[in-house]
């Protein structure tokens, strides 16, 4: 097993392939400001390798093996492929080489006490909410988020070693590198299935995870999910339960929306009343997030009042229902779903918010995954009044052509809703340009570059608008 030790310092120049991953520029920035020297390599500049080079890390852009020299350990992330010049580089040389699961699970034995967020959706929103509440309360914790947090200045925070807060992603089994003292696990679904083989598998990588988590430890779980529900009894560790529909230690009820699609609802702690949330981000999901973190924020001793006070201050984290702006009276929102139970949770949020006209641009991401659940897909979009599929955002994957962005428009319109395939963000932008009216919401959502298509017309209606052109 790979072991790690903040303070022997045994690697002194860490490498990381990929730094400019979300995940990866955290632990790179975790490292640099505990005196080791780091460096790393992306395939392009952005406003993440930008930050980390301001912060005193050399980022490389593009891929060579000379960019490893001198390096004593070297990180790699799942997206980078077998045959990349580094990561071969580093095998001939014999430079110890790890994943990013591998290491930041050695990374938590570093920290008294771990909280890993786990689950198929709402990872980074429950993580985001937690850390707000974490960060109000001068509990001083180290955090990586899935996301950027203005709360936090972006998607790290350093802090002290009795604590750490992170993610826990499942994909290729990597919740079995973690180690948490407190694990969470919103849901399980059907997903990552480039690697898992069905449902049962990874309900079965799940139940290897709670191996992980020691008997005096804590699980908390989202006891309205039939597939969590359906392992729970090979838990050693306490279980501390959450949920809406059933009874459990913490539940929401007398849930209500407003006109913006914002929840309230009571909070019981075994059943007594604890007091009524009012959340300022949109949809049911929501409420499970919520309470998740208000669960272990309880847990580790915060004061109601003060976690309450937090979660309704939250305004969400960017990727997530994000409002983008406006197009004259035309809002644009931006979202990170690219499940089909995402995609369903998200488009009912905006739907309780308006009855305007919905257009959901959505760019499926992987072959597989829309491939393998695409019946699941055709269902999801029945809360817009227009979708427009993009291509396919390949991210590891390559074009095998078994699957085209055309037969999803064609199932989704087979299933009872308009869609279109255009394809290239340029004529989905001249799309919505000919076509949204005043009030309508434009809705751009997947896990690639899709946000792109928002930004390119709010930043085409800003720049109309200052030459006194109307768009």
């Known amino acids: ?160 070693d009795d604590l750490l807060l992170t993610e826990a992603c499942e994909y290729k089994a990597n919740i079995l590198k973690y180690f948490p003292t407190i694990a969470v696990i919103l849901n399980i679904d059907e997903d990552h299935l480039d690697y898992f083989e069905d449902i049962e598998h990874i309900k079965n990588t799940f139940k290897a995870y709670f191996k992980n988590i020691p008997d005096d430890g804590y699980l908390v779980v989202n006891i309205d999910d039939e597939n969590i529900n359906s392992i729970i009894s090979h838990v050693n560790s306490n279980i501390i339960t959450f949920g809406i529909n059933n009874e459990a230690n913490i539940n929401a009820r007398n849930i209500e929306y407003d006109f913006r699609g914002y929840p309230s609802f009571d909070i019981y702690k075994d059943s007594s009343f604890v007091g009524n949330l009012k959340l300022n981000v949109m949809g049911e999901h929501n409420i499970y997030n919520a309470l998740a973190a208000y669960s272990v924020a309880n847990l580790i001793g915060i004061d109601d009042e003060d976690i309450l006070k937090s979660l309704s201050a939250f305004h969400g984290v960017h990727r997530r229902l994000e409002n983008k702006g406006f197009l004259g009276d035309i809002k644009i929102i931006d979202d990170y779903a690219h499940h089909p139970t995402e995609i369903m949770a998200s488009l009912r949020a905006i739907r309780n918010s308006s009855k305007e006209k919905i257009y959901c641009v959505f760019q499926p991401h992987t072959f597989t995954r829309t491939r393998i659940l695409l019946d699941s897909f055709a269902k999801a979009f029945s809360d817009a009044d227009k979708v427009i599929i993009a291509d396919i955002y390949a991210a590891r994957e390559k074009d095998l052509g078994e699957i085209h962005s055309r037969d999803l428009a064609e199932k989704i319109r087979q299933a009872g809703t308009d869609a279109i395939y255009l394809g290239s963000f340029e004529d989905i932008e001249n799309f919505l340009l000919k076509e949204v009216t005043n009030h309508d919401i434009i809705v751009t959502m997947g896990a690639g570059n899709v946000y792109e298509i928002g930004e390119n017309l709010l930043n085409l209606y800003n720049q109309n608008r200052e030459n006194k052109i109307v768009v």
Do not use: W
């Open 1 to 160: 097993m790979f072991e790690f030790n903040l303070y022997e310092k045994i690697f002194k120049k860490i490498h990381f392939i990929g730094i400019g991953g979300i995940s990866m520029s955290g632990l790179a920035e975790i490292l640099h400001y505990k005196g080791f020297s780091v460096t790393g390599t992306d395939v392009k500049r952005s406003s993440v390798t930008d930050h980390l080079e301001n912060i005193g890390i050399k980022v490389f852009i593009g891929h060579d093996e000379k960019n490893i020299d001198d390096s004593d350990l070297v990180i790699y992330t799942d997206a980078v492929s077998q045959d990349n010049e580094e990561l071969n580089a580093c095998l001939k040389r014999g430079i110890p080489l790890v994943d990013r699961a591998t290491f930041l699970g050695a990374l938590m034995k570093n920290y008294k006490n771990s909280i890993g967020i786990s689950g198929t959706h709402g990872k980074t929103t429950t993580t985001s909410m937690l850390a707000s509440i974490l960060n109000h309360n001068y509990l001083d914790p180290t955090m990586l988020v899935g996301g950027n947090l203005d709360d936090i200045g972006g998607n790290v925070k350093l802090g002290s």
